[in-house]
Nanobody
Framework: VQLQASGGGLVQVGGSLRLSCAASGLTFSNYAMGWFRQAPGKEREFVAVIGWRGSSTYSSDSVKGRFTISRDNAKNTLYLQMNSLKPEDTAVYYC???????????????????WGQGTQVTVSS
């Protein structure tokens, strides 16, 4: 299984970025997909998750209304559209695949057995 995250970079406050995560080696449409982020010195933090059909999404309160998670099962690709970026959004962003979860378990990194390598997002003020 390979998850390849891309699209990170340096952006000014208020700017936008679109992250992508290309998946291979798994039946992409059978997996819920999530985005996490980790800032220096901090624990990995849940950002957003999308169900296998794309009909259900959940986002953290810190990004709600600014970030949108989506997926294209035909292209085996996950996306994260990030708007109105803030300095506190600076982190390495990781995509991850989960075979399933119950309740709010999607918040926990442990329910995602597959992870991408991460892409750096830096928001300058």
């Amino acid at each position: 299984v390979q998850l390849q995250a891309s699209g990170g970079g340096l952006v000014q406050v208020g700017g936008s970025l679109r992250l992508s995560c290309a998946a291979s080696g798994l039946t992409f449409s059978n997996y819920a997909m999530g985005w996490f982020r980790q800032a220096p010195g901090k624990e990995r933090e849940f950002v957003a998750v999308i169900g296998w059909r794309g009909s259900s999404t959940y986002s953290s309160d810190s990004v709600k209304g600014r970030f949108t998670i989506s997926r294209d099962n035909a292209k085996n690709t996950l996306y994260l559209q990030m708007n109105s970026l803030k300095p506190e959004d600076t982190a390495v962003y990781y995509c991850a695949a989960s075979g399933g979860y119950s309740g709010r378990d999607y918040l926990a990194p442990s329910v995602y057995p597959y992870w991408g390598q991460g892409t750096q997002v830096t928001v300058s003020s």
